[in-house]
């Protein structure tokens, strides 16, 4: 049995705290802590600016959920401590008042780490790539038995959530570099998926983040072994320090564990063959797409086999594993038209989907609607971004998702539109608003297009009205053909 089975028996945070209240807990990260917590036997409570699926979730627990920030909070709730996402400014009125109040204060890595650390954590860490990373190596260890505690910063269609409290020794976690809270982590096998640079509000500068990945592998536990991408270049560079306590892997041959024979399924899917350490061990059929997620499996791969689980049961686990929601996700079929939605904010993560989708659907128009995230990433990268734009065969790109960044009126999406087209010699480029954006791709989107809603902001509701617009309209010319995914 975990640590936790009995949470009276040692409390977390110490005997005086019962009560937390959490900031922002309709992200992602933070749904997945008050889900924990919840569980845990803590009084949990909540806010945020937006209604999510998360806090719908949160609620059928018990979890009450204000919209909103307010110092009103505090006293409705009167938290013992109050636990803080990173897109919470330090002087946020709620927060402040919290302080005046003597409420204890806790960012979320805090609280996820204390945790976590007292488990045999495996923690995924990378610029791209951890939500799925994660999600496969817990759903192979739930299919082994080992009743994981997981936290995810995505939902997982294989343990419907993104989030649970297990009974097992071990925690599976996807860690958050880009506040540096990762280095709170102390993992008994730490994954590096790809060490890049981004967040670029936080790290000036590349070998700032090489640096921060230093750090971060240097509080692994003892015994721990690190499996890190050996195709990757930032990786590369920092696994020299740690080269004998590293389990790589990557494409081909010279690596602990690679993969062979790659073929990618035509509407779907992608095969390979593993190769371990030289030697190749059995096929491997995913259901999701894409070379990036050969990379992914391969980690899950060797984690797996370090924790004792057979290369039959891997397979089999990662065969069944269905993705997580917002990674290449199809959302439907209407009139021989594919609808899909990612999460893909980086010039690397752009150019990887728009990859995937050329390749299980070839002879297909791609029509993509792409959203900015960050005016920081946006100045920084705009040139990239547009590079890997330049495989969509239509482009719209809305304005800027600014997240909790402050507006800037020098910095806005005509950035990415104006390298597209002057730079790049896109044809087929267009900014358009966030009212227009339904009407205008719904116009001019054609049977046997793949439509595809790109960002980590709000891209992703478009996706769906589109979807529900045409089929409306197909519905009143009494020719609707439509498929739900």
Partial sequence: MGVFKNINEKMLLGDGIKYLHLMGVGGAGMSGLAHLLKEMGYEVSGCDVTRTNYVYNLEKLGVKVLCGHGASHIDIFRPDMLVYSSAI?????????????????????????SIFNRLKGIGVAGAHGKTTTSSMIATVLDAAGLDPTIAIGGEVSDIGGNARLGHGDYMVSELDESDGSFELFSCYIPVVTNIDWDHVNFYPTFQSVQDAFVRFLSKRKDDGKIIICGEDTGCQSVAGKFAPQCITYGWGMQWDWGAVGVNHSVGGGVSFTVVKRGAEIGEINLRVSGEHNVLNALAACAVCDLLGISFNTIRHALHKFKGTKRRLQCLG???????????????????????????IFPSRRLVVIFQPHRYSRTKAMYRKFAEA???????????????????????SSDLIVDSLTSECGHKNC???????????????????????????????????????????????????SMQWT
Avoid at 89 to 113: F, M, P, Q, T
Avoid at 347 to 359: C, F, I, M, Y
Avoid at 432 to 441: G, R
Wanted: some cysteine; hydrophobic content about 40%.
């Fill in 333 to 359: 079929v209407c009139d021989d038209i594919y609808f899909y939605d990612d999460y893909g904010h980086h010039p690397r993560e752009v150019q990887a989907t728009l990859d995937t989708l050329r390749n």
């Fill in 389 to 411: 734009l330049m495989k969509a065969d239509l482009v719209y790109i809305l304005p800027v998702y600014p997240a909790d960044e402050k507006l800037e009126l020098s910095i």
């Fill in 89 to 113: 400014a330090w002087d946020n009125d709620e927060l402040v008042y919290a302080r005046k109040a003597g409420v204890n204060v806790a960012r979320r890595g805090d609280i996820l780490s």
């Fill in 430 to 480: 267009l900014s358009l608003s966030d009212d227009e954006v339904v009407s205008k791709v719904a116009e001019n989107i054609l049977p046997g297009d793949i439509l595809l809603t790109l960002g980590a902001g709000n891209v992703n509701i478009y996706g769906n009205q589109i979807l529900n617009l045409i089929a409306s309209n197909n519905k009143k010319q009494g020719t609707v």
